[in-house]
Nanobody
Framework: QLQLVESGGGLVQPGGSLRLSCAAS????????IGWFRQAPGKEREGVSC????????SYAESVKGRFTITRDNAKNTVYLQMNNLKPEDTAIYYC????????????????????WGQGTQVTVSS
């Protein structure tokens, strides 16, 4: 059974950091492009970042560039999202997702293009 499980969310003060993890089971993560998405109350789901199947090619939303970093550890079948200098507007439920694709050196941050989703983890940035 294919499963993605996010962890690492929580409450953090503005300017703080969190590292989210996305652990895959039932499939080999490096056969998929991986994306991180977030959804705040009353807002549409936003593509935060993604990483390609090979060579770790990444893409970021403008709102998180320079603050968030996506990496993958294929040996651990896990993808991470390091979030630094967090702001209140980063508050949302964060989801990771896997995309079946033959494209190895590119990723996209379009939610409907992703095939498997985790259950999400809450990130709250507040003083």
């Amino acid at each position: 059974q294919l499963q993605l499980v996010e962890s690492g969310g929580g409450l953090v003060q503005p300017g703080g950091s969190l590292r989210l993890s996305c652990a895959a089971s039932g499939f080999i993560l490096d056969d998929y492009a991986i994306g991180w998405f977030r959804q705040a109350p009353g807002k549409e789901r936003e593509g935060v970042s993604c990483i390609s199947r090979r060579r770790g090619i990444t893409s970021y939303a403008e709102s998180v560039k320079g603050r968030f970093t996506i990496t993958r550890d294929n040996a651990k079948n896990t993808v991470y999202l390091q979030m630094n200098n967090l702001k209140p507007e980063d508050t949302a439920i964060y989801y990771c997702a896997a995309r079946v694709t033959t494209v190895q050196l590119m990723c996209i941050r379009n939610a409907p293009s992703y095939d498997y989703w985790g259950q999400g983890t809450q990130v709250t940035v507040s003083s």
